[in-house]
C-alpha cells in the first residue's frame, strides 16, 4: 500500500517506550486520545466478563488515575474523541451479546450520558469522526455476520442517520481519512508471494509509522504470543524486522498519532495491564 505523502524512515528510527501498566488487566478494551491523555475504557476481565471500569493516563506525568465506571460494561466496544467529550458504543455485553447502547462521557464534570442508540446491535464498529460528527462503519451482529451498514452521528441532534451501505461488509476494519474521503480497509495486510511477512501471525496490530506498514505481536505457529515486529519497506518491496515488543501479546487494542503506535492491553498468559508505544524518531 504505498503512502506518497510521507518520506519512508530508516528502521532504527523506530523504538519502544514502556508506559506505567494500568490498573486492571483487559483485552479488547476501548481507547482514546485527547488532550494528551490516552483513556482505556471497558473491555475483557481474566475472567471473561466485560469491565465497566475506565482509566485515564497523563502520558507528561505517567500517572494514572481511574474514572466513573461506564453505565454499560462492554468489551469490543468501539470509542472516539468528539469535541470535548468521548463517546462509546456497541461492543458485548456479559451474555455474549451485541449492544447498541451508545454512552458519553464528559471529562470535564466526570460524568457519562447515555445518547440514543445504534438503532442496530453490534460489536467491532469501525469508527471516526470528522467535523464533530461521527461515522460509524460495519461491525457484527448476533449472528457473527459482518455488516454493511453506514450510519452518521449528529451530536448537536443526538440524532443518527443511515448512509449509503459499505459494497463489502466488515467487522473490526481500519479506516482513515484523506481529503473528504473515508477509507475502510478489511484484511489489509494480505500478503503476495513478492511481499509475504517474514512470519505467519494473526491477532496482531497494524499500523504505520514513518511511512513504514508495521506488523506487530500476534499469533504465530507457537502456543505463546509473537514478541516479533516486522516494518514493510515500500521502496524494496519487504519486511524488515523491528525491535520486538518489551512484552509478547495478541488481541492488543492500538491507537495511533503521526509518531507513536501504541498496544494497550491484550492477551499474554492471560489478559495484559501493559501500554507500550512504537516510536518514530524525529531525527536519526
Not at 72 to 88: C, K
Not at 229 to 251: D, G, I, M, T
Amino acid at each position: 500500500m504505498p503512502i506518497p505523502e510521507m518520506a519512508l524512515s530508516p528502521v532504527k528510527s523506530l523504538y519502544w517506550e514502556v508506559f506505567p501498566s494500568m490498573a486492571t488487566q483487559r483485552v479488547y478494551c476501548m481507547p482514546v486520545l485527547w488532550a494528551g491523555r490516552l483513556y482505556v475504557l471497558g473491555g475483557c476481565s481474566e475472567n471473561g466478563l466485560p469491565l465497566d471500569s475506565a482509566e485515564v493516563l497523563d502520558l507528561e506525568s505517567q500517572r494514572w488515575c481511574e474514572l466513573p465506571p461506564l453505565p454499560t460494561a462492554r468489551a469490543g466496544a468501539s470509542a472516539v474523541a468528539v469535541g470535548d467529550h468521548l463517546m462509546v458504543m456497541g461492543g458485548m455485553d456479559a451474555q455474549q451479546s451485541p449492544l447498541a447502547s451508545v454512552e458519553v462521557y464528559h471529562p470535564d464534570e466526570g460524568k457519562w450520558e447515555r445518547k440514543t442508540g445504534l438503532g442496530q446491535a453490534s460489536m467491532g464498529i469501525t469508527i471516526l469522526e470528522n467535523d464533530g460528527k461521527v461515522y460509524a462503519l460495519g461491525g457484527m451482529g448476533a449472528d457473527t455476520t459482518p455488516q454493511a451498514s453506514v450510519r452518521l452521528y449528529e451530536p448537536t441532534k443526538d440524532q443518527w442517520l443511515p448512509l449509503t451501505t459499505m459494497p463489502t461488509p466488515r467487522y473490526g476494519a481500519f479506516s482513515f481519512l484523506r481529503g473528504n474521503k473515508i477509507y475502510v480497509l478489511g484484511v489489509w495486510l494480505k500478503a503476495t508471494r513478492s511481499c509475504r511477512m517474514r512470519e505467519k501471525r494473526a491477532d496482531f496490530v497494524a499500523g504505520c509509522l514513518g511511512g513504514r506498514v508495521i506488523a506487530a505481536g500476534g499469533l504465530g505457529n507457537q502456543p505463546s504470543p509473537l514478541a516479533s515486529v516486522e516494518s514493510y519497506n515500500q521502496l524494496k518491496r519487504r519486511w524488515e524486522p523491528v525491535a520486538p515488543l518489551p512484552s509478547p501479546r495478541c488481541s492488543c487494542a492500538s491507537i495511533q498519532t503521526p509518531n507513536m503506535l501504541f498496544l494497550i492491553g491484550g492477551v499474554s498468559q492471560g489478559p495484559s495491564n501493559a501500554v507500550e508505544a512504537l516510536c518514530l524518531k524525529e531525527t536519526v
